[in-house]
């Protein structure tokens, strides 16, 4: 069963993402995979053009472009 949910908030995602990331929850690689496209999905759609959003160690940005990454520290 998938712990990743649309329904889920960005902010509760992000948690997700970074919990996964600091090895507090191990998601499987599908499930890792499907977490940061809805990710990148939800930052083209909440986030505006150069804003950034950041968790923990995970950083969330909609670049000038368009383009949308996320990013994970050490």
């Given at each position: 069963?998938?712990?990743?949910?649309?329904?889920?908030?960005?902010?509760?995602l992000?948690?997700?993402?970074?919990?996964?990331?600091?090895?507090?929850?191990?998601?499987?690689?599908?499930?890792?995979?499907?977490?940061?496209?809805?990710?990148?999905?939800?930052?083209?759609?909440?986030?505006?053009?150069?804003?950034?959003?950041?968790?923990?160690?995970?950083?969330?940005?909609?670049?000038?472009?368009?383009?949308?990454?996320?990013?994970?520290?050490?």
């Amino acid at each position: 069963m998938t712990l990743i949910n649309t329904e889920l908030s960005t902010a509760e995602l992000m948690k997700m993402a970074a919990d996964n990331h600091q090895k507090i929850i191990t998601l499987s690689e599908p499930e890792r995979l499907e977490l940061i496209a809805l990710l990148k999905k939800r930052g083209a759609e909440e986030l505006e053009y150069g804003q950034e959003l950041a968790f923990e160690k995970v950083t969330l940005i909609r670049r000038v472009t368009g383009a949308v990454g996320l990013y994970f520290g050490s």
